[in-house]
């Protein structure tokens, strides 16, 4: 559905003997037919070069772009495809109706029917009666919705979303969520890129990390994610106060909560059920017990490095 | 084939609906308030040469209001698009890049016909209600009639001026900030009434190589003076057809030229 060879991307820098800078280097992925794939990493890394070399909104210095088994910006694959640019920014005299029949049109879909989508999609996306102002008076949340709105008008096999959830609120974020994965069901291929890590441990079949530039990790899901357990969170309610130092000698961290069940964190060499056993004999009860797998965002900072990762584990963007 | 041009017919549409949102042709508002006061005006100040007056400076506010038209719109056309990001959706779409340069240029051009129209119905109106004001006496005494249908061939020429104004400020506004378009757009506009100047130049300098370069610049640059028949038409003469005709071929090559420039220019074009 997309491939990339080498894609490379040098942009000019400077006035005067401007000095090329590589936003991307060499990049090579595939996405396949069906897929949620998420493009990863932290800003400046080449997620959105990535994007705009693919619609051919920029031109690679090197390598090559394929969509739709098309080359990068065939009209012919453009029909095909839906775009939501990062921050998307629309005609301000337009209105949110007017805006899609303007695209409607320059998709060649008759009267009737871009009536007909423009109502389904705004209803889809939860634009109201607001639907007749025009933009300018929308919020950011609102421009994004419509631009969720006008990617998905041409009924696109292809979805290529550029931090979808950017400027949502977090009702916003979890309905945008739920639109990607029924546009996934019905068959459809994304591709989006976030920098926000829960987003695409909920969505994604498989991912990509980039790093200045470069891809440091791509693969499934499942195959990133260590299933190695890390340890185990113990919540125990009622733990005499003597059992904290007991335990805490013993490597095991103890935090109160607020409201007052310990918090009891164990490393991935300690069992839980001795410590669970001790604890309830000694009179306290047992809340809950689980198992700590790794994160994206583990992973995340394994392949990029704690300092170099500037990024959101939940609010927007 | 038939695609293309209806995505350039879309994307024209557009940008006349924007220049009608934008409230550009309010300026129609004001063109005929002015003309009105300054026909009444000039109706009381001078005897005998009044309609001469009122013809010319009907005919130098169509051109001017229309200028303003086309290098205001026209050098935002691309740049605001870009500024804006509001390009990245559309360029998503099954849209070429020459496509929608065609389209801003057919879009303006659009909204060009119809504030010149209209300017030009106001324009008969206020003569004809001058010419009905005067005696017939006073009237035998002017070289044409207030109401002289070769009044539209100056209107079509300043139509045929400000297309290629447009093109103009469209080929500037695909690589460059709508200021320097402004001014390079306002430069061109200038030069191009004294380009007659340069065809002699060779004669009034001394250094050959100027002489060249004047020459250069004489066929590079637009020749807006030989699209000016107004002192010719105000005085009751005609024009002769085959120089209207000359008129709109230069101005058809001139404007193909720099739409050719401005889709290749703005087809590499990167949008960061």
Known sequence: MIRTEALTKDFRTGFWR???????????????????????????????????LLLQLIFPTSGRAELLGRPAGDPAARQRLGYLPEHPYFYDYLTAEELLDYFGRLFGIDAAERRRRAAHLLDEVGIGAERRLPLRKYSKGMLQRVGLAQAMLNDPALLILDEPMSGLDPVGRRDVRALIARLHREGRTILFSSHILSDAETLCSRVAILARGRLAASGAMRELLSENVRGWDVIVRGLPGVMHDTLAARGIGVAVQPDGAAHLTLGPSVRPEPVIAETTAAGAVLVSASPRLESLEDVFVRYIGSSDATLGTGGAA | MMASVRTVYHVAVHVFKESVRDKVLYNLVLFAGLLMAASVLIGQLTAGQDVKIIKDLGLAAISVFGLFIAIFIGIGLVSKEVEKRSIYALLAKPVQRHEFIAGKFAGLAL??????????????????????????????????????????????????????????????????????????????????????????????????????????LYYVLPNF?????????????SVPAGFVLFNAGYAAVYIAVLLIGAAIIFARRDFK
């Open chain 2, 225 to 237: 003076a030989a699209f000016d028949v107004k002192a010719v038409v105000v005085h009751g003469q």
């Open chain 2, 111 to 216: 909204t060009l016909a119809i504030n010149i129209a209209v300017m030009a119905i106001v324009y008969f109106a206020v003569l004809a209600w001058y010419g009905a004001t005067e005696s017939e006496a006073v009237q035998r005494a002017w070289e044409a009639p207030a109401v002289d249908p070769r009044l539209l061939v100056p209107i079509v020429l300043i139509f045929l001026q400000l297309l290629v104004v447009n093109a103009i400020a469209l080929f500037f506004s695909t690589f460059t900030s709508p200021a320097m378009a402004a001014a390079g757009s306002l430069g061109l506009w200038v030069a191009g009434h004294f380009n007659a100047d340069l065809r002699a130049f060779d004669r009034v300098v001394d250094s050959a190589a100027a002489g060249i370069v004047g020459k250069g």
């Open chain 1, 18 to 52: 401007a000095k090329p800078r590589r936003a991307l280097d060499a990049l090579t992925l595939s996405v396949a037919p069906g897929e949620i794939f998420g493009l990863l990493g932290p800003n400046g890394a080449g997620k959105t070069t990535t994007l705009k």
